[in-house]
């Protein structure tokens, strides 16, 4: 069958669009327009945007924004206050730490306390009859990163679904959604690498074999702060201030939704594990694959005959 891929640059990445059958390269552009829209109207890299128009107002006023802004605005303060680590909140100890950046510093204790006062997701309101956002003290800041990409892979499949789209992969780095039966396979599933941590990019310590999905990854290996013999990783505990600890080095959740797959890996990343019954009561959330900084690869709710393990310096390990 024909693929017709092309790659992009948005969201701070590169993003690789695929479709197969008899498609056309306005309809991979379509989509990258798309995802161009909602960057530009969720991204806080730079000055002017509706979420950078709800962080200036901050203490001052509710700003009202587009449906589709508040939709997952009010979906990412609702997730933030369930309070297991995801925090949308979180965007002024992020630019403290600046971790990823040339002039990443470790903090004084006493400016992440400050920081710390300025992310309370109770400290935040949304009114869905006005559509409005209000970040109730000063230096407040609304980051919708760590849930964006999934929103928007989801809003590209649904736009390539009404075009009546089968097959197809959106690649938006770190997230990816896999859209209809796999044309390359007889069993019409995909074969989707679990990187390892340890090595380039790319370099898979295992596969995975499901049928259509979101694929989503959170892990410690991209950014990094080395200081005095200590290495400082980018995934930031909202309740102490400080990189999460535990020994994890990724989490990767296999679900129907991308947004999903965001929330679900950040539930786990600060579980440090295997949660007990972990989307047993969901038929929506596929299963995870947590690789651990001893070489552990830890699977939930997949099935053995779903993920080969590429690397044999890795031991394979199942959990309820």
């Avoid at 000055?47 to 128009?53: F, G, L, R, T, W």
């Avoid at 939709?71 to 992020?94: C, K, M, T, Y």
């Avoid at 007889?186 to 941590?197: L, R």
């Amino acid at each position: 069958m024909n693929r017709l891929s092309k790659q992009y640059y948005g969201l701070g990445t590169l993003i690789t669009l695929s479709l197969f059958g008899s498609s056309q390269n306005a309809d991979l552009d379509q989509a990258a327009h798309l995802i161009q829209t909602y960057e530009n109207l969720l991204t806080v890299n730079r000055p002017q945007s509706e979420i950078m128009a709800i962080n200036h107002a901050a203490g001052q006023h509710p700003v009202a924004v587009s449906d589709a802004t508040y939709q997952i605005a009010r979906q990412a303060i609702e997730v933030s206050r369930a309070d297991f680590g995801f925090n949308a909140l979180i965007g002024p100890l992020v630019k403290l730490w600046k971790i990823g950046f040339t002039d990443a510093q470790v903090p004084s204790p006493q400016q992440i306390n400050i920081r710390l006062a300025l992310i309370n997701p109770k400290d935040c309101s949304y009114n869905d009859q006005n559509r409005e956002i209000y970040l109730h003290l000063p230096g407040m800041e609304l980051d919708l990163g760590a849930i964006a990409k999934g929103y928007i892979a989801d809003r590209v499949q649904d736009l390539w679904h009404a075009y009546g789209k089968i097959s197809g992969s959106i690649d938006l780095g770190g997230n990816l959604m896999l859209m209809g039966p796999a044309p390359m396979h007889t069993d019409h599933c995909w074969n989707i690498g679990i990187q390892d941590p340890k090595a380039p990019r790319g370099q898979a310590l295992a596969s995975v074999h499901l049928p259509a999905c979101s694929a989503v990854t959170s892990g410690i290996y991209e950014r990094h702060l080395e200081v005095a013999g200590h290495s400082y990783h980018h995934i930031l505990d909202p309740r102490t201030g400080y990189p999460c600890t535990n020994q994890l080095a990724s989490v990767t959740v296999f679900s129907k939704k991308s947004i999903d797959g965001e929330i679900e890996t950040a539930r786990l990343f600060f579980a440090g594990g295997p949660l007990k019954n972990w989307g047993q009561s969901r038929s929506d959330l596929y299963g995870a694959v947590f690789v651990t900084k001893d070489h552990k690869l830890i699977v939930q709710k997949l099935k053995p005959e779903h993920i080969h393990l590429l690397n044999p310096h890795y031991h394979l390990h199942f959990s309820n």
